[in-house]
């Protein structure tokens, strides 16, 4: 398995486990449980609740792009150190956002930063693909 594919499976089971703070937060939290089958509102709980629910999302709006140019990148056959650091750094900035977010932390600009250098990963991932495939 290349290094790529490596931090792509790792990257999926931190999508695959990141709702377990929510919903150890929303079990644990003293706030009524919706009796109308409504999905829940995230903004009734405990902030630290809401934001582990808002890093879950933000790690799945990341992750489809990521997860598509790896898989490109490795059926066209690229794979190097520029793709395997970028991968890497991908899911680096990924726990650190993570951490960063639920543990309350959310202080400008570090949450854009993580985000937006994590687009850049994708980029160069995507770039390098297109370039050498």
Excluded: K
Aim: proline residues 8%; aromatic residues 12%.
């Amino acid at each position: 398995m290349t290094v790529e594919l490596t931090f792509l499976a790792l990257t999926a089971l931190l999508a695959a486990t990141l709702w377990l703070p929510f919903v150890i937060g929303v079990n644990t939290a003293a706030v009524a449980l919706p009796d109308d089958n409504r999905p829940l509102d995230p903004a009734r709980y405990p902030p630290w609740v809401h934001r582990a629910y808002r890093a879950h999302l933000n790690l799945l709006e990341q992750f489809l792009p990521f997860a598509v140019i790896v898989v490109i990148a490795h059926l066209a056959g690229v794979s190097g150190p520029v793709t395997s650091w970028a991968a890497g750094v991908f899911f680096v900035l990924r726990v650190a956002h993570a951490y960063w977010m639920i543990s309350g932390r959310t202080v400008l600009p570090v949450r854009p930063i993580l985000f937006t250098a994590g687009w850049v990963c994708i980029l160069v991932i995507g770039v390098t693909a297109l370039v050498s495939g």
